[in-house]
């Protein structure tokens, strides 16, 4: 091997190199449109006004030929709302010169569904520095937003009857403490006898029992109310927005005859029925732990003085 590198002889080839077939702007088009069209994420390039220039295979293939895209906003494709929402953040940013990096956006309906993605868009500068359009990269999230979904549930839900368990009957409480001042009624339910169930009919059947009672629970509610199971046999309702107290003792009595009309002979015939416990927000306390607590005292008083009814909690008792 010489000594000397530079005495190395070049390699010689019969075919040119690349960048000696084509100009430099030919050339990086050739780069550009590469790089787009083996990205799965949507590239495209807005002007001011919104309005798709270029766009690589991926928008095409979402939204259709190229006639039927370039030219059109957001608008167009995806309605008045979510093109007025784009719109905002797109003129903030040829404003403020400042990129939206990462921002979540979703759209669609209850037929559709939604679609969730994530969007990079930065200012495109001609060469004295103006900005004249963004450069946009729009990533599907919709199995990372389902896997979350399915996460959260099976975290605040109980998986038997498909209600919320404890974690989520909490993170709810507190959300309707700290966002409404709206009065409402904790319900601590304990099934009374229900072990006789497990007992005569195993287990099984004691799971049967509990969902259908769950779906007792959510059957005589409104719309805005809360069901959670949070022990063996232990359910917590919360009656929002009420207004008084005696609302919450027609619903108790409401229960009650629907419960008493709906058990089947068999589990009748074991004793099974229920006692709740009440606590009332704000009259009773603040705090979503200790509106809990406050209505399992009044379960137990009911349990203990006259089991199968109903007792409001008092400070007194």
Known sequence: MPDDPSALEKPTHSTPLIQDCYDKETLYEMIIRALLDANNDSFYIKDRLGRMNIVNQRVLM?????????????SDFFG????????????????????????????????????????????????????????GITRNINEIKIREQK??????????TNVYNR????????????????????????????????DVYLHKTGDEFLTWFAWLLKANLRGNDIVARV????????????????????????????????????????????SIGISIYPNDS????????????????????????FRFFSENE
């Open 167 to 198: 974690t989520g009957l909490v993170d709810r409480l507190d959300d309707m403490i700290h966002q409404s001042g709206n009065q409402f009624a904790v319900l601590a339910i304990d099934l009374d006898n229900f072990k006789q169930i497990n």
């Open 80 to 135: 008045a709302e979510f093109g007025q929402k784009t719109r905002m953040d797109e003129e903030h940013l040829f404003n403020t010169g400042i990129a939206l990096e990462g921002l979540i956006e979703v759209r669609g309906d209850a037929q559709s569904g939604l679609f969730w993605s994530s969007t990079t868009k930065i200012p495109l500068k001609d060469p004295e520095g103006k900005i004249v359009g963004l450069i």
């Open 231 to 274: 022990g063996g046999d232990e359910f917590v309702v919360i009656l929002n927005k009420i207004e008084q107290k005696s609302n919450i003792s027609g619903y108790c009595e409401k229960l009650y005859a629907n419960f008493a009309f709906s058990i089947e002979e068999r589990f009748r015939s074991l004793g099974v029925g229920m």
């Open 151 to 160: 996460l959260h549930i099976l975290a605040t839900h109980d998986p038997l």
């Open 62 to 74: 979402d939204l259709g030929s190229a006639d039927q895209v370039i030219g059109r906003t957001d």
């Open 286 to 309: 603040r705090s979503a732990n200790q509106l809990l607590e406050q209505a399992d005292v009044a379960l137990y008083e009911a349990k203990d003085k006259n089991k199968g009814t």
